[in-house]
């Protein structure tokens, strides 16, 4: 890296050579190409290899060199340092223009701070800040924290996704950031890896819907003050890997990838996300960071994608240390560069050894302007050459507005999932006016979820909280658990089951921990995977033994991924499963539990009874239950996809089609009538699915092609429609071509995707 500094002193003489004509660059009325290509013009190749490597702040580095030490880094995926360097040498280089990007910078000051070396710059190329805001920019302090991805899509509201991207994206330029990691559009399908909440659920129309909105309400235009860019992760396959660990590698036919695993990324690409980031795993022997078939052919030359491509952590290393393919360092840069990678996240190496391989005739120069004419383009779409820096006295108005915390408790209260209710709930607050309330996430803020930095607690409204909050004529005996499952006291066990005795209704607030501040403490979240899911420690043993004190008890589970809760399931009156609901999901969980609130969510994602299970999705092909289990093991679910109660009841009826008969280009229109048969207003999620009968190759049981989310006052009735069109009927044949296939389909609707509780009809197709 020093050697490229040297270098700096020839580049600015050659550019002054080109004199002549004026800095188009700098001209905000300019075509945002023609800017493009002037800069490009004017940029050394250091210059421009610098713009596609991306470094970590430099509050990050002292941090972590402080307690780091080099061998830590050889399997560490959340911090970072780069040993022999300090943060003044980051800062240099900055200056001298050759850091086109930070990630992991966590505050205004710290941003404002490194644009500021930026600005130095011989040419002024601002850099683009990164962070992982999955719900809300929660891994910086002092922002809205909404539910977590996987609460999002239990409430099937592509409205709510919009907004809360819209509002992220406000927050994040007001702390001077740009770019978020988010949306992951995986379509999580193992409940053993421990990104399941950051993802939409397991069924690629869902995955989708939400997705495209949630990029439509980042970018908009990505020409606004207001916009950041989206970026669409992680392409492809990690959220099915071969044992359930992150970054563990992949082995998924064309067929599967296409069906299931490419449409919610080709439909963020359609909806116009700039930016998208490769997966950890190989693909079928290849590893996603060099994997020309991804990132060449199908991302650029079947999709047309025009933004560009980020590596996620260190994983173009990884092609060398890991996976093996490349025999150094430089290779692997090499292969990643050649297969379609724009940019490296993150590190020393990159700038010296990709200058290496150009000079060395092996990358050609107009490569490396490919990337750099994307990178620059969103730069300049961004506005940053304009606004580089953002206003730390205005910043504060605009994070955690009113507006902002009330979208946060809304979505908390949309996508809490009630699993189970033998009519205990809503809770009476004059019958049960003893309530014990204990377990690890009673009074935590680990309801934030994975991707959030503490809060402070003024900010946040833990379990406990919203209980007093909401029932303030209760008296509310809390038994803390602490906040580690696995190092749960006994003694502490023992003390709730003797004061449950006592009570008239016990509440166990249970599940996992997430907080990333305690990173190897962790049981769920990024990197935290397991090979079982039922509850860790001493958990279940809590449930029980309170259970035992024959008062009514309530399980609340506070998670990420789905738990196979079996005894729960069949001995306690309730469960509810509130995923992590975010700064206000305290008052979310008990406004549900005393009735303020009437539960709407529905499952995003199946809950298998155990590990044993897995997989287990509901689109899954007619002959993977033709045996079942053995040893009275059940093959159904614990709780099926689409599955969630209410306080109210819904009768559906009067399914009919428009159709009986179409053309392969044909469309049907479906519609049923849905009333509102009890006594409290609500909102219902009804639910589209369709089955080919009979197919030239298997076809999944049923898929979701269709929902909507309908509010009806008690006694209400209304008629939904929904339209069948041509593209929710095909699929790829025997010689992988796309198309509708004659012969007859079911068209199936309800409130879950459970077989008896769906109404059918069938249609066919000439």
């Known amino acids: 890296m020093r050697n490229i500094i040297m270098t700096i002193a020839i580049g600015m003489i050659l550019s002054s050579c080109s004199g002549g004509k004026g800095e188009v660059y700098k001209d905000p009325s300019a075509p945002v190409k023609d800017r493009v290509e002037d800069l490009l013009s004017r940029m050394t190749l250091e210059e421009k290899v610098g713009q596609m490597n991306q470094f ?83 891994n910086a302090p002092d922002n809205t924290v909404y539910p977590t991805n996987i609460n999002l899509a239990c409430s099937f509201d592509t409205v709510m996704a919009r907004r809360i991207a819209r509002e992220t994206a406000k927050e994040m330029r007001a702390m001077n950031m740009h770019w978020t990691f988010n949306p992951n559009v995986e379509v999580a399908r193992d409940a053993r890896w421990g990104r399941v909440g950051e993802t939409y659920g397991e069924d690629p129309y869902l995955v989708t819907q939400i997705g495209v909105q949630t990029v439509k309400g980042y970018q908009q235009n990505l020409d606004s003050p207001e916009d950041v860019l989206a970026c669409i992760k992680h392409f492809v396959g990690g959220s099915q890997p071969i044992n359930g660990t992150n970054g563990s590698p992949t082995d998924l036919s064309e067929r599967t990838l296409r069906e299931v695993f490419f449409p919610p990324f080709k439909a963020g690409v359609d909806a116009g996300a700039m930016s998208l980031m490769t997966a950890h795993n190989e693909l079928n022997g290849i590893p996603c960071h060099e994997n020309e078939w991804l990132m060449t052919e199908v991302l650029r030359g079947e999709w047309k994608f025009p933004g560009f491509v980020v590596s996620d952590w260190m994983d173009i290393e990884h092609i060398h240390d890991l996976h093996a393919t490349a025999p150094n360092l430089k290779e692997a840069f090499y292969q990643s560069i050649m297969a379609g990678m724009d940019m490296h996240m993150h590190g020393i190496h990159w700038n010296e050894m990709v200058t290496e391989l150009v000079k060395e005739g092996r990358i050609p120069e107009s490569r490396i302007d490919e990337s750099v004419r994307r990178i620059l383009e969103v730069k300049f779409r961004l506005g940053l050459f304009e606004n580089p820096y953002a206003d730390e006295e205005q910043s504060m108005k605009i994070r955690l507005c009113p507006e902002h915390r009330q979208t946060a408790l809304e979505a908390a209260r949309n996508g809490i999932v009630l699993l189970k209710n033998e009519g205990i709930l809503p809770l009476d607050a004059f019958k049960y006016k003893r309530v014990l309330v204990t377990g690890i996430n009673a009074d935590d803020q680990n309801i934030l979820g994975d991707w959030s930095a503490p809060e402070k607690p003024e900010n946040v409204t833990t379990i406990l909280e919203g209980l007093q909050q909401v029932a303030p004529g209760v008296k509310f005996d809390f038994v803390d658990q602490g906040w580690d499952p696995r190092n749960m006291d006994p003694k502490k066990v023992a003390e709730a089951a003797a004061r449950a005795r006592n009570a008239d209704l016990n509440i166990v607030v249970a599940g996992e921990y997430m907080m990333r501040f305690r990173w190897t403490e962790r049981t769920d979240g990024e990197d935290t995977d397991r090979s079982d899911i039922s509850l860790v420690g001493l958990q279940n043993e809590l449930i029980e033994k309170v259970a035992a004190s024959g008062k009514p008890t309530i399980l609340v589970l506070v998670n990420g991924r789905p738990l196979g809760v079996q005894w729960a399931a069949t001995h306690l009156p309730a469960i509810v499963e509130a995923w992590a609901p975010g700064m206000y999901g305290g008052q979310a969980v008990a406004e549900i539990l005393y009735g303020k609130v009437n539960p709407s969510a529905k499952l995003a994602i199946t809950i298998p009874q155990s590990v044993g299970q897995l997989q287990m999705i509901y689109n899954h092909k007619p002959s993977q239950y033709f045996h079942p289990y053995a040893a009275y093991q059940p093959s159904t679910p614990l709780y099926p996809f689409g599955h969630g109660l209410s306080y109210t009841t819904y009768k559906y009826e009067d399914l009919k089609l428009t159709e009986t008969e179409i053309s392969k280009d044909g469309s049907v229109g479906v519609s049923l009538k849905v009333t509102n048969t009890g006594d409290r207003d609500g909102v219902e999620i009804v639910q589209l699915y369709i089955r080919d009968t009979y197919s030239c190759v298997t076809r999944p049981v049923k898929e979701l092609k269709d929902f909507a989310r309908i509010a009806l006052k008690a006694g209400e009735s209304k008629v939904v429609n929904f339209i069948i069109t041509p593209d929710k009927l095909a699929f790829y044949d025997k010689k992988m071509k796309w198309g509708v296939e004659p012969g007859e389909f079911i068209v199936m609707a309800g409130p879950s995707s459970a077989d008896e509780v769906l109404l059918k009809e069938t249609f066919t197709v000439k």
């Open 56 to 138: 970590v702040g430099v509050e990050h580095i002292k941090a972590n060199s402080a307690v780091m030490k080099e061998e830590d880094l050889k399997n560490n995926t959340a911090n970072a340092f780069y040993p022999g360097f300090t943060e003044k040498d980051i800062e240099e280089w900055t200056g001298q223009g050759l850091i086109g990007s930070f990630l992991h910078v966590l505050t205004l000051k710290e941003a404002n701070y490194l644009q500021s070396f930026a600005m130095k710059s011989r040419l002024q190329i601002p850099v683009i800040f990164g962070i992982d805001a999955i719900h809300g920019n929660a």
